[in-house]
T-cell receptor, first 115, second 112 residues
Framework: AQTVTQSQPEMSVQEAETVTLSCTYD???????LFWYKQPPSRQMILVIR??????QNATENRFSVNFQKAAKSFSLKISDSQLGDTAMYFC????????????FGTGTSLTVIP | DVKVTQSSRYLVKRTGEKVFLECVQD?????MFWYRQDPGLGLRLIYF???????EKGDIPEGYSVSREKKERFSLILESASTNQTSMYLC???????????FGDGTRLSIL
């Protein structure tokens, strides 16, 4: 079974500080994709960042970066210089091979950026 | 930009009614998905489709059916709505396997 675990239901961070959201997953596959999605309050879910498991280098997108530890099956999201607009639910998602592009989502982490 | 449009943001229906949720995407994507989102449970896949007239069950298909008669449109059907189907429903589409899914705004459905 493919599972994704986000162990932090809620987090908060001061504006301009750095925060890390945790995600672990369980799979026996070797080649897969991982994603972080952001869902602002009452707004659309959007892609934050994508990581391919066969790539050693951690993905980065501006203030967002990941720490991908394949052996540990860990995929954390680091947000640097947090902004008020980063307040949102964050979902980790895992896309294993041979599943017709089925994604498995974690339960989400609600992040609040405090001014 | 990909546009995924869900027909309603808010919907209120009665127990036992047949409910249709519509989703349209404008980017010729092969894959389309229906999820429900509940607090503490994340997103759970109901059904997905990888081609016209093709459908696959997700993790929680009971009480739901789907229809994909045209590539751009994917409908979710609640055959006989029940109160435990009150939830946020999200539609998504993607071009190919391993490509990001693009989401609609969601439909908040209440069954009374």
């Amino acid at each position: 079974a493919q599972t994704v675990t986000q162990s932090q239901p809620e987090m908060s961070v001061q504006e301009a500080e750095t925060v890390t959201l945790s995600c672990t997953y369980d799979t026996s596959e070797n080649n897969y994709y991982l994603f972080w999605y952001k869902q602002p309050p009452s707004r659309q879910m959007i892609l934050v960042i994508r990581q391919e498991a066969y790539k050693q280098q951690n993905a980065t997108e501006n203030r967002f970066s990941v720490n991908f530890q394949k052996a540990a099956k860990s995929f954390s999201l680091k947000i640097s210089d947090s902004q008020l607009g980063d307040t949102a639910m964050y979902f980790c998602a895992f896309n294993p091979p041979n599943t017709g592009n089925q994604f498995y989502f974690g339960t989400g982490t609600s992040l609040t950026v405090i001014p | 930009d990909v546009k995924v449009t869900q027909s309603s943001r808010y919907l209120v229906k009665r127990t036992g009614e047949k409910v249709f949720l519509e989703c349209v995407q404008d980017m010729d994507h092969e894959n389309m998905f229906w999820y429900r989102q509940d607090p503490g449970l994340g997103l759970r896949l109901i059904y997905f489709s990888y081609d016209v007239k093709m459908k696959e069950k997700g993790d929680i298909p009971e009480g739901y059916s789907v229809s994909r008669e045209k590539k751009e449109r994917f409908s979710l059907i609640l055959e006989s709505a029940s109160t435990n189907q009150t939830s946020m429903y999200l539609c998504a589409s993607s071009l190919l396997r391993n490509q990001p899914q693009h989401f609609g705004d969601g439909t908040r459905l209440s069954i009374l």
